[in-house]
């Protein structure tokens, strides 16, 4: 590990003492950083040929214009540093709100009404914001019968919520089926739980 | 019968409608333009984004864009991002994202499509691709006028 980084030294070394090649190289840098969660995931690098997984926590290569690619070994800092302004403009990430129709009606259920307040809370927070409205269902019926089943509770949702002043242009509907259970169930299980709508703020 | 053929053909309009536009500009600060069908104009927060669409920043320019399936991407100052491809299907969560960062800085969080299908988001660079499995990452291309400096 010490000869690979003594070794990674040298290297920058030899580069850093090499400028006099007249040929412009770009170089790049990917690094993978953890979410606000901490949770990393990875990134598949393609480059000359070869495949390097990245997959821990500021974990880093630096890709020549020849595709090859060396790890770089940077501190959490380094990174925030250089990217400072960039990730300043990353987006704030999509809110998600579940609401539950009375049971045969349009109508919210209590409990999602006061849900519905924090939907407007988290509108006001946010510059220009537009929300998805994502219908789900329950598993009874064929996959085709519940896409059409949950887009007509999306669009629903999509109403009620122009109706309360959202400007129209800024919502989108859309039906997931029984892709996406909340309460996993066997087939053609009538669970009330799953028969929602869901709200994503963005 | 005719009902349900016209409710069936206004939500085909409305997916349509839906289909052109697969993000907004959420983020805009200093210069940010975005050329599209060979036009640029500058871009403001809440702007539609199209595939096809580049991103382009000046010096002090930062730009921050929320696609259709969540995923987050923002540029930093002098970049060049390019929308080279996106899909996505709202219902099945099958889709494809790609991007081209030509110079400058990027930062992505993955959405719901890579959920649904890892690596199906690539980004890439002039001389490599990356291809996401869900995560959080940052991408810098070097200017070659300005590869001492950022070379380090």
Known sequence: MRIAAAILLLAVAACAETPKVPVPVASELVAVIPGPDGHVGAVVVYSGGTMQVLDQPYEARRVRADGSALPELLAAPEISRAFRSTLEALPGRPASFTLYFLEGKDELTNASRAEMEKVFAELKRRPAPDIAVIGHTDTVGNLSFNDKLSLARAERMRELMIELGIPQGRIQAAGRGKRELLVATEDNVSEPRNRRVEISVR | ?152
């Open chain 2, 1 to 152: 019968m005719r009902k349900l053929w016209i409710f069936v053909s206004a939500l085909v309009f409305a997916a349509s409608a839906a289909a052109n536009d697969i993000g907004q500009i959420k983020v805009a600060k200093g210069d940010v333009q975005v050329e599209r069908s060979g036009a640029r104009v500058a871009a403001t927060v809440g702007m539609p984004v199209r595939a096809t669409d580049v991103v382009v920043t000046g010096a002090n320019g930062s730009a921050g864009i929320t696609f259709s399936d969540n995923s987050l991407v923002s540029v930093g100052p002098n970049s060049v991002f390019a929308i080279d491809k996106y899909r996505f299907d709202t219902t099945t969560h099958a889709g494809e994202f790609e991007g081209s960062l030509r110079k400058g800085k990027l930062a992505a969080v993955s959405g719901k499509m890579v959920r649904q299908s890892p690596e199906s988001m690539k980004i890439r660079t002039p001389s490599s691709v990356m291809a996401v499995r869900g995560t959080e990452f940052v991408v810098q291309v070097d200017e070659p006028a300005a590869a001492p400096a950022a070379a380090r």
